[in-house]
């Protein structure tokens, strides 16, 4: 009973300190400088990978702020033939009237051509069932000859983007006569 008492209390004996032979020194030492040199890489690695990180975010932000530079630099040519053709308006005879007219409607056509490359679209809607997803009613006008709920006049043009909506068309709807 005393020897259970002396083994389940007591720490069991140091165990013997063996010593290292050089050849088992030298492995230690390799992979103490292999283990280092992971470490070093592990470190570069990372750093790397922030500056990346940061670099992309950078990169990003550059192509946001400037992403309209291409559609921006075909509306500066725009801009120049409006002020040409008002540069034309000084001249107050018939052909530079006749003139200026053409020129405006050039413009106007370069200008939707400019837009149309950019995706947006016109919303053609006289004619046309009212829709309120890309119309929006000013105001509703008798009509005997165009059915109740059709667009009888476009007030202002609407536009989309591809598939989105930016402006929708104010239009004049028709509703039965003597309601």
């Not at 389940?8 to 140091?14: A, E, I, L, R």
Request: net charge negative; aromatic share 6%; charged share 25%.
């Amino acid at each position: 009973m005393v020897a259970a008492k002396e083994s389940s209390g007591t720490t069991p004996p140091p165990a013997e300190v063996s010593t290292v032979s050089p050849e088992q020194l030298a492995e230690l030492q390799a992979k103490a400088a292999q283990a280092d040199e992971y470490w070093d890489r592990l470190l570069r690695q990372t750093a790397d990978f922030d500056n990346f990180k940061k670099r992309n975010a950078r990169e990003r932000q550059e192509a946001v702020k400037f992403a309209n530079v291409a559609l921006l630099e075909k509306l500066v040519l725009v801009l120049d033939n409006f002020e040409m053709g008002l540069a034309a308006t000084n001249t107050s005879s018939e052909a530079g009237v006749t003139a200026l007219q053409k020129g405006i409607t050039m413009i106007i056509s370069q200008f939707k051509g400019v837009l149309a490359e950019a995706g947006l679209e016109e919303i053609e809607a006289t004619g046309k069932r009212f829709d309120p997803n890309l119309h929006e009613a000013v105001s509703q006008q008798e009509s005997a000859e165009v059915p109740e709920g059709q667009v009888l006049q476009q007030v202002r043009k609407g536009y989309r983007l591809k598939e989105r909506l930016i402006r929708p068309a104010s239009v004049i709807v028709a509703k039965k006569s003597g309601v």
